[in-house]
């Protein structure tokens, strides 16, 4: 059973906006980088944004800077994405992971493989 749960998904007009939120589901965020990744069809998984544990620092794929905006409320053991101005290439399933280095950079930069990951939930951008 997955220790993280997103929610938030669907189907979203080119230009429109979701938020996607992860749930600690038994793992208790606080101690960990979270990320999320997303996997369009036919395409490899790929990191989007990330998050560090406790200075809340994040990173951003240069194709959603200024669109996407990670955060976390470790009081409710919770991170969103905050999605805006999404495009058609936004489209694939979003995961959810999560990773014992504290730092934004593990999963998104250095590439570290996550230790915990969500099940997935589902974008579609489409007119």
């Known amino acids: 059973q997955s220790q993280l749960v997103e929610s938030g998904g669907g189907l979203v007009r080119p230009g429109g906006s979701l938020r996607l939120s992860c749930a600690g589901a038994g793992l208790i965020l606080d101690y960990y980088s979270i990320g999320w990744f997303r996997q369009a069809p036919g395409k490899e998984r790929e990191a989007v944004s990330c998050i560090s544990s406790s200075t809340y620092k994040p990173y951003y794929v240069d194709s959603v800077k200024g669109r996407f905006t990670i955060s976390r409320d470790n009081a409710k053991n919770m991170v969103y994405l905050q999605m805006n101005g999404l495009k058609p290439e936004d489209t694939g399933v979003y995961y959810c992971?999560?990773?014992?280095?504290?730092?934004?950079?593990?999963?998104?930069?250095?590439?570290?493989?996550?230790?915990?990951w969500g099940q997935g939930t589902q974008v579609t951008v489409s007119s």
């Open positions: 992971a999560a990773h014992s280095a504290t730092t934004e950079e593990a999963m998104c930069v250095i590439g570290w493989p996550p230790e915990s």
